[in-house]
């Protein structure tokens, strides 16, 4: 319900929605032509992404300064809310493809290609001798031999790692309700510290993979949906990472109070989500 | 473009169904097999049963438009409730539905049933043709669109496709089969999905490379079939028809041994099943 | 539902100055300018997309091929289709819900009007690269709108663009659904409680929910097409245990949401108009809501309707005829609703009236041959032919063009401030109605006598009924000149329009002035 004794806030035009809209057009007609070949498209590409890292930095530099200014009222700061965790929901529902994907080739592709249900035949003349297990690259077994990464070691430490993370970042949030600015700095700068150590170490089992266990994108399904699934993960813990540390900036800076601090949250509920993805990343791609 | 067939156009739309349209394909074929002959009746129960709502709504729909109007001088009531018709019009579409479920699902049984059959070939779907591979008579053969047909569909070939006999659907290799048998047919594809549609055999699946679809059909009556592919796989898409021929078990034996023959099929050395 | 609306004739503006000339469009956060720029956006792609569809009937118009190759052919029908539904009918939503959500719930804005602003302007750049691709070597896509592997790997240098524009094109949907959903739940007058807003706010509520939903699976689905194609993955490759099928699964589970978001809008905009014109409150508000939440419940668990050929499963197969025949039962309701709240009313038939009578007629024609292909052993023969074709015209055509058509004639004085030329409005619908019929009604025939779809050139006994469609095609196009010259005239002159337009509607819109001033709500009014 609406606010009746707050007026309404309706921020004033903006140019960077426009520059945004550029940027990603130079983005995606440079990466398109680099897929194609073309030699421009690699700059073009790169041009792109600066704009729009130039359009994001304006744009939240503005939105801060205005909600440092406190001309926001509690009805915006409530849209804001609303709308992180709408987007927090397409988020979930674009890693919902990439599990669907696993779970149908893993319970349907791979027992149809070894002649299970109504697909007697296609396991009887196409794929003769293949049996359904995971993990798989296939009947042609696409990629060659590779080992399957193993949930010990390194996955576990990453899971480690991000579950710790999960309580440093809601005791920092303890304390920013409670307005402990120390606190707040010290278990905040541990949170996006712990996210960028989860990263490396992503990148370490990566190269462990391609080097030791001819594990690529290209081992079949199995690869495919192992680098995508991780390496989407990666990408948003990345993101969150950085989200976490430009909030900490602001942290250390004297922004937020014990009741206006939406950038924290958004950052927090978004390091949960993160969180909770590589859960089901545990379970489903590296345990079972 | 003759002028003459657009006013035909014009006037057999606006004439009510009549004797003369009876030259106009309107219909779902009724085609040869128990399954399309199911099918088409499955097809005109709910059409039927979809024109009688149809009755029952638009009429009731015109009765308020023709009655209802402020022309009229009526004044507007302002109900807008009734518990009661809600629950009407809920469930009785329900019923309606369930009574339509039940023969589909039984078809479907009786679809599914693909035990015992007398023969078997595979179909593999190529840009743009298709294989036929008779599993245990050793004979394989490619079907591609007939000459004729061919040349005619060349952008501004200046040749009248009415002039050309069946136009897009006829091919150099016919696929024969026995009549009153069970045939199963195994889809592939060695590129891009493609589709097996035989209308007259109530018979449509995709071929998918990498994966076999089985589908069979029991052809009753003798004579020649004609279908094409059915699902969008590339430029000549539209030119890739299925022709089915269905034969007496006597000349299919004896087109069958001249096939062999003629590819150098030692049947004493296939398996006997 | 009574409203109070005070207005402060001094009211000052907190929006900041105010944008003059091209930046205020540029830079706008004014969500009547926003929409009214998807609006535009929306009939210039209209007509792109009918342009293409005109070369696909003039093509089709007579066997033999006389115009275009094959694969040009296969490009038209895929870039038509893309365009009538991301570019014409989604943005044409989306700019009205953009100008009438918050002056139904009494907001001032949006509740995220820059980000509003930056949904609408990735719209361009999205449709500059799928455009781009028709001048690329290998030409634009030809693999059909639903891109199903292998065929669309063998797409040439347009592949990475139409991956990319689809990309955009989610980005763009999701942040005006997140924008739509905001709004409704944040910026709500008092007193506007959840089951007093209008049914065009409620269906919008709920399509936006399924934008969220499963756009971002549609950017998942093709992305794997993107890495199988340039990064060696198997998603959808056999061989290395993959499966071509799984795309059709996953790009349905968004595909069939979609048709639902194309058509939930439209609901909403007979619901307003419907009562209107019959002088009478709609019949069955409350059920109406919970029909729309079926429909988007159930539209989540019916995908595989469209792969009855694919070879699943029985079961499979079972569950999804059953689960889609269950939605003929809320869409039902609904159509009972509207004529209940025809019957005993008073009616007029003003032009958004007569083309909302029209889609109660069409759009349940379209229904009706809807339910007929989800009977699956009948899809056998329907699908992949002009059957399935002649379906969704019914419902996308006089379904959600006819709504979105007699929704800008309803609004068209309130955001003109004039009325627009009743009598040719009257010529546009007849003429539109009839050729549309012309057009579709046929296609029925020749799907029935086993023309498939997407194909240049049809053996001659499909002769005489494709030239019948051509002819109506044209005279569709045709009429929608009409259509345009109505608006601008509408726009430059005209009838002075009052706020209630027309004959004691209902609604918070219908208390401010028209045309609506550019910032509206400015303090709150209050619902009683
Ligand atoms: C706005 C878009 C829209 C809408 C609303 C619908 C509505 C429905 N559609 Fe349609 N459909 C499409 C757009 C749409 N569709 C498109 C674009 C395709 C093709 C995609 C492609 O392949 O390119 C398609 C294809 C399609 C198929 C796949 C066909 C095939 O490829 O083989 C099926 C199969 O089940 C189907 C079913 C239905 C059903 C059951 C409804 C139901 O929602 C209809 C319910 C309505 C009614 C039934 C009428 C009113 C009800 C009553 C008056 C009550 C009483 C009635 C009864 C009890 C019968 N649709
Ligand atoms: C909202 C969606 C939408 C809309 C509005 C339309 C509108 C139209 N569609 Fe389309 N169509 C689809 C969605 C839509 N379609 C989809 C999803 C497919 C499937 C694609 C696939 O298989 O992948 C399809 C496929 C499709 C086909 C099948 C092609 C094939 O399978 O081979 C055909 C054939 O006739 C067709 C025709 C038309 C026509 C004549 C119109 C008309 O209503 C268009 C009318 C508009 C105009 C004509 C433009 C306005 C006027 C001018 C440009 C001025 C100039 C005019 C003149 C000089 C006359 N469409
Ligand atoms: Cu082969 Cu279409
Ligand atoms: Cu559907």
Known sequence: MAHTNDKYYVPHGSHWPIVGSIGLFIMMIGVSGWLNGGSVGPWMFAVGVAVIIGMIVGWFGNVIDESERGIYSTQVDKSFRMGMSWFIFSEVMFFAAFFGALFYTRNMALPFLEGGSNNFFTGLLLWPGFEAMWPSNGPAEVGGTFEPMGPLGLPLINTVILLTSSVTITVAHHAIVNMHRNTVAIFLGLTWLLGAIFVYLQAVEYIHAYHELDLTLESGIYGSTFFMLTGFHGLHVTLGALMLFVVWIRVLRGHF???????????AWYWHFVDVVWLGLYIFVYWF | MNMHRFWLAAVMLLAPAGSALADWELNMREGVTEISRDIHGLHMLIFWVCCVIALFVFGWMILALVLHRK???????????????????????????????????????????????????????YQWKWEYEYLDEGVSFYSNLARTSNDARRLNSGIDPASVENYLLEVDNHVIVPVNKKVRVLITSNDVLHAWWMPDFGIKKDAIPGYINQVWFRAEEPGIYRGQCAELCGQDHGFMPIVVEVLAQDEFNARMAAMQAEQGIDTTKLAAN | MSTATEHHADHHDDHGPELTGIKRWLFTTNHKDIGSMYLIFSLI?????????????????????QFVSPDFYNQMVTMHALIMIFGAVMPAFVGLANWMIPLMVGAPDMALPRMNNWSFWILPAAFTILLGTLFVPGGAPAGGWTMYPPLVLQTGDAFPMLIFSVHLM?????????????????????GMTLLKMPLFVWTWLITAYLLIAVMPVLAGAVTMLLTDQFFGTSFFRAAGGGDPVMFQHIFWFFGHPEVYIMILPAFGIISEIIPTFSRKPLFGYDSMVYATASIAFLSFIVWAHHMFTAGMPLTGQLFFMFTTMLIAVPTGVKVFNWTATMWKGAMTFETPMLFSVAFLFLFTIGGFSGLMLAIVPADFQYHDSYFVVAHFHYVLVPGAIFAIIAGVYYWLPKWTGHMYNERLGQVHFWLTTIFVNLTFFPMHFLGLAGMPRRIPDYAVQFADFNFIATVGAFGFGLSQLLFVYIIVACVRGGKKATAEVWDNPRGLEWTVPSPAPHHTFDEAPVVK
């Open chain 3, 170 to 190: 989610g980005i763009s949907s999701i942040m005006g659904a997140i924008n739509i959903i905001v709004t409704i739940m944040n910026m709500r007058a008092p």
């Open chain 3, 45 to 65: 792609m209209l007509f792109v997309g009918g342009l293409m569809a005109l070369v696909i009937r003039t093509e089709l118009g007579q066997p033999g091929m």
């Open chain 1, 257 to 267: 109070t014990g009741s206006n601090h939406f950038a924290f949250e958004a950052s």
């Open chain 2, 71 to 125: 022309s009229r001088g009526v004044e507007a009531a302002q109900f807008s409730h009734s518990t009661k018709a809600e629950i009407v019009w809920t469930l009785i579409p329900v019923l309606i539905l369930i009574a339509m479920a039940v023969p589909a699902t039984q078809t479907m049984l009786k679809i599914e049933d693909d035990r015992n059959p007398d023969i078997t070939i595979k179909a593999t779907g």
